[in-house]
């Protein structure tokens, strides 16, 4: 099973506050978890991203939490900006078939209001 | 670093013509390629893998002649759309991985509207 569930579909929130989106993976091959912001018409751009040997990675703003056991991760942005409105996508990927080809979630549409 | 460069960012064509659209690696050198396309509010669907000099690999449910890759360099992958048609338009998106690296790093993305 290649399906990454992303959730929520879509999020407000308030600036300043903490924006979490989660997501969850069958594949157990899956050994690279990163997250991709997009604006409306630009290509994702790479926020950050975790390996399952490690639990939490922080860059800045945004926190990975990575939960091996369970088979999900999420994104938490802290002191969210209307700046980070955005569509977010996690994504998922494995060398089992020898290309790394991502296999994204269904993306959460985030609006952080002044 | 880590720059992908796509090209054209915007196109539209007739009905019946074909469209080429251009992905660069600008800072790295790039083995393995992949296209992607992305409807309104949708998320991206894998189109297909190009390895540098090799035949490119195609998702289940893409017209590989319809949608040609080439993978000529380790610094350029191009797609061309052939006999394009209007349920061919579509925001196509490529990305490049380095050898060796995880990172896959994305390009801005194409509008191709056919009319």
């Known amino acids: ?114 | 670093g880590a720059v992908v460069s796509q090209h054209p960012s915007w196109v539209i064509c007739k009905s019946g013509t074909s469209v080429k659209i251009e992905c660069r690696s600008l800072d790295f050198q790039a083995t393995t390629m992949f296209w992607y396309r992305q409807f309104p509010k949708q998320s991206l669907m894998l189109m297909a893998t190009s390895n540098e000099g090799s035949k490119a690999t195609y998702e289940q449910g893409v017209e590989k002649d319809k949608f040609l890759i080439n993978h000529a360099s380790l610094t350029l992958s191009t797609l061309t759309v052939t006999s394009a048609h209007p349920e061919d338009s579509s925001f196509y998106i490529c990305s490049a991985r380095e050898s060796g690296r995880t990172e896959a790093f994305f390009g801005q993305g194409t509008r191709l509207t056919v009319v």
């Not at chain 1, 903490?18 to 630009?42: L, V």
């Open chain 1, 1 to 114: 099973q290649q399906q990454v569930k992303q959730s929520p579909q879509s999020l407000i929130v308030q600036k300043g506050g903490i924006s979490i989106i989660n997501c969850a993976y069958e594949n157990t091959a899956f050994d690279y978890f990163p997250w991709y912001q997009q604006f409306p018409g630009k290509g994702p751009a790479l926020l950050i991203a975790i390996r399952p040997d490690v639990s939490e990675k922080k860059e800045g703003r945004f926190t990975i939490s990575f939960n091996k056991s369970a088979k999900q991760f999420s994104l938490h942005i802290m002191d969210s900006q209307p700046g980070d409105s955005a569509t977010y996508f996690c994504a998922a990927s494995s060398m089992d078939t020898g290309r790394r080809a991502l296999t994204f979630g269904s993306g959460t549409r985030l609006q952080v209001q002044p």
